[in-house]
């Protein structure tokens, strides 16, 4: 079974900086996904960023940026020119390569809350 | 394009109702996933539904079932509600890749 453990419950940043999220995860798999979403208060997941573990390169969405340091299983999530609309619960979760037939599922952290304050 | 919906957006039931909350998922989507996200948790998946077969289930009690139509929507019904149930619960759809999961805004359940 895959495990995400996220150790920041809450963090804070000033708006226009960066920030960084951290999350780490135990599985056996070789081949698998790696997630960042984020959750406003409206309760909407959103995709933020996504990272094939095959890739060694680490994925970049404008300002959101991952470290993925798949050794020390390690993923973590840069937010850079932070604004207030970032401001949101964000979650890591994990995806083991699968496929239609077989299924999938996500298997979520508990999230870290993050504030942009002005 | 109509992204995933989900009805109703707030219910509220007495502990040992039966409630069924329903899901269309994402225009030309096919897989539909529900998971149950408790207050200040991060989401648990339930199960997944694609060819109108469970194709995955997690670690809920058989109190927890679902269903998925010809039309690809969805639905999942909970029976003997436990005060422990009260949660949002997410829908999420997919087609093709996989690891694409589309969240709905969800289904606020409060059982007293």
């Known amino acids: 079974a895959q495990t995400v453990t996220q150790s920041q419950p809450e963090m804070s940043v000033q708006e226009a900086e960066t920030v960084t999220l951290s999350c780490t995860y135990d599985?056996?798999?070789?081949?698998?996904?790696l997630f960042w979403y984020k959750q406003p208060p409206s309760r909407q997941m959103i995709l933020v960023i996504r990272q094939e573990a095959y890739k060694q390169q680490n994925a970049t969405e404008n300002r959101f940026s991952v470290n993925f340091q798949k050794a020390a299983k390690s993923f973590s999530l840069k937010i850079s020119d932070s604004q207030l609309g970032d401001t949101a619960m964000y979650f890591c979760?994990?995806?083991?390569?699968?496929?239609?037939?077989?299924?999938?599922?996500?298997?979520f952290g508990e999230g870290t809350q993050l504030t942009v304050n002005p | 394009d109509a992204g995933v919906t989900q009805s109703p957006t707030h219910l509220i039931k007495t502990r040992g109702q039966q409630v069924t909350l329903r899901c269309s998922p994402k225009s030309g989507h096919d897989t539909v996933s529900w998971y149950q996200q408790a207050l200040g948790q991060g989401p648990q998946f339930i199960f997944q539904y694609y060819e109108e077969e469970e194709r995955q289930r997690g670690n809920f009690p058989d109190r927890f079932s679902g269903h998925q139509f010809p039309n690809y929507s969805s639905e999942l019904n909970v029976n003997a509600l436990l005060l422990g149930d009260s949660a949002l619960y997410l829908c999420?759809?997919?087609?093709?890749?996989?690891?694409?999961?589309?969240f709905g805004p969800g289904t606020r359940l409060t059982v007293t």
């Open positions: 999420a759809s997919s087609f093709g890749k996989f690891y694409e999961q589309y």
């Open positions: 599985t056996s798999e070789n081949n698998y996904y």
């Open positions: 979760a994990f995806m083991k390569h699968s496929s239609r037939t077989s299924g999938s599922r996500l298997t």
